[in-house]
């Protein structure tokens, strides 16, 4: 679906192409990704919404080779080196092969819902932070103390000389979740990856942790995916957005174009069920239903059995094209004009 390639355009950072990742289990395939396209630009933040189950946080683990067992990935995931600028294949890696590793954490790094899961309860934060610095950065270990404590200070710790010597469970959570974000940011990645990183937290630690990514962004020039299933957090924060769906991407745009004038009638059914930003005077709806396991699904749109404009012997028929209504925006939807 992409209008320029990686291979022309210096400015894309990262590309997918036909991304899956499928799951062998005993009930049959589940198909958590299946089929994804994404490209990712420099300076830039790519949302990624969608409900819960709809393959969200897959698709990032794929790009990271981190999937768990048995998840089985394939696609191109081409990715933009620091070094000369060489384009490589990450899907060819071997997983656990150490050029993956060092754009894992170095190049390329990730920030979660809970922080707990980044840390190790048994070691300082300034421990994990110079050991991730003095794996991809410097072999210095007092310089990368001193680049760990500028980091800390940068997203926002207070007292950072003093917090370095601290554990996990000693922080409060929103001082946890700036200590993961330093340690993500700690090595200069040139893609931050932030799955749900303030779910977790309440609205004003929400609103600092947003504006400290922002921030960092504008200020370091590293693109940022942003995982959510809000989407007054995708009008803060996405340049673009990828609207999933069942391992599928359903809508794919510029942020204003989303809220003024998103075409699949899952975005609308997301757009109409928040309140502040749905359209002044509606009636307040959620979309009827859950998503399904995406096991033996049947042929033609997945959002068929919860669509209010499905059309039987339409819609239900073929697997819908991903299609271009305009520059930069498109639409897996047969109904869509
Ligand atoms: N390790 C696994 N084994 C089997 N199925 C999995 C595994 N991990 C994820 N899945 C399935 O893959 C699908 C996509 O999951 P994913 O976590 O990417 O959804 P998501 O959109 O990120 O949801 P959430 O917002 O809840 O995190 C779901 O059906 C999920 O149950």
């Known amino acids: 679906m992409?209008?320029?390639?990686?291979?022309?355009?210096e400015e894309i950072i990262l590309e997918v192409n036909n991304l899956k990742t499928y799951f062998k289990l005993d009930e049959g395939i589940l198909k958590a990704v299946d089929g994804v396209d994404l490209q990712l630009k420099k300076g830039k933040t790519l949302g990624i919404v969608g409900e819960s189950g709809s393959g969200k946080s897959v698709t990032?683990?794929?790009?990271?080779?981190?999937?768990d067992t048995p998840g089985e990935v394939e696609g191109e995931i081409k990715f933009r080196r620091r070094k000369n600028g060489e384009i490589i294949d990450i899907g060819k890696l071997h997983s656990k092969g150490s050029e993956v590793r060092d754009i894992r954490g170095g190049e390329i790094s990730m920030i979660f819902q809970e922080p707990m899961k980044a840390f190790s309860p048994i070691h300082t934060i300034g421990n994990q932070l110079t050991e991730a610095i003095l794996l991809h950065d410097t072999k210095d270990e007092k310089e990368a103390r001193k680049i760990a404590i500028d980091t800390l200070e940068k997203v926002g710790m207070s007292n950072p000389d003093q917090r370095i010597d601290?554990?996990?469970?000693?922080?409060?959570?929103?001082?946890?979740?700036?200590?993961?974000?330093?340690m993500a940011l700690c090595c200069n990645p040139s893609i931050l990856i932030a799955d749900e990183p303030t779910t977790a937290l309440d609205v004003?630690?929400?609103a600092q942790v947003l504006d400290l990514i922002n921030n960092l962004k504008e200020?370091?020039?590293?693109?940022?995916?942003f995982i959510t299933h809000d989407l007054g957090v995708i009008a803060e924060m996405a340049d673009?957005?990828?609207?999933?769906?069942?391992g599928k991407v359903v809508e794919y745009t510029d942020v204003d174009t989303l809220f003024f004038g998103a075409l699949h009638p899952y975005t609308q059914g997301l757009l109409q069920s928040i309140p502040s930003l749905a359209m002044i005077n509606q009636r307040l709806e959620s979309i009827e239903g859950t998503v399904p396991t995406p096991i033996n699904l049947p042929k033609g749109c997945g959002f068929y059995s919860r669509c209010k404009k499905a059309k039987d012997g339409v819609c239900n028929v073929d697997d819908i094209p991903f299609v271009k209504v305009k520059e930069g925006h498109y639409v897996r939807c047969v109904l869509v004009e």
Do not use: C, F, W
């Open 2 to 9: 992409h209008e320029t390639s990686i291979n022309d355009n």
């Open 60 to 67: 990032t683990k794929a790009i990271l080779q981190i999937v």
């Open 166 to 182: 601290q554990y996990p469970h000693e922080l409060s959570g929103g001082m946890r979740q700036r200590a993961m974000i330093a």
């Open 204 to 206: 004003t630690v929400q």
């Open 219 to 225: 200020n370091t020039g590293s693109a940022v995916i």
């Open 240 to 246: 673009d957005v990828a609207v999933m769906y069942l």
